[in-house]
């Protein structure tokens, strides 16, 4: 199957305030996998459920959908926000 170039599409992320690519968000997430907020982010711009359905090994998808189906508080995104600017800051 052949992977669509979406990669490039952006939008403003609103965790970090920015504007992000859609490749970005991809990688973005704990693990390896993409960001936990990928489906909400774009849903509006593609089918992302069904685009991640098909690119992700089946473990990881369902993986990120229960990240994604986790409530999860402010603070507990703003911690999360800082530990993986202090991961990227060791890289
Ligand atoms: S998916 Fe994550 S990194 Fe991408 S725009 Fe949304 S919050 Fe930001």
Redesign the pocket.
Same mark, same amino acid.
């Given at each position: 199957m052949t992977r669509p170039n979406i990669d490039h599409l952006e +939008? +403003?992320? $609103? +965790?970090?305030g920015s504007v992000?690519s859609?490749g970005?968000?991809m990688i973005?997430g704990e693990d390896n996998l $993409?960001?936990?907020?990928?489906f909400?982010?774009?849903w509006e711009t593609f089918d992302v459920d069904g685009y991640l359905k098909q690119n992700l090994p089946n473990p990881a998808y369902n993986q990120l959908k229960s990240m994604a189906e986790t409530p999860r508080n402010k603070i507990g995104s703003i911690i999360e926000i800082i530990n993986q600017a202090k991961n990227q800051s060791k890289d």
């Open positions: +939008r +403003r992320c $609103p +965790r970090l992000v859609f970005y968000c973005s $993409p960001c936990w907020k990928i909400d982010c774009w």
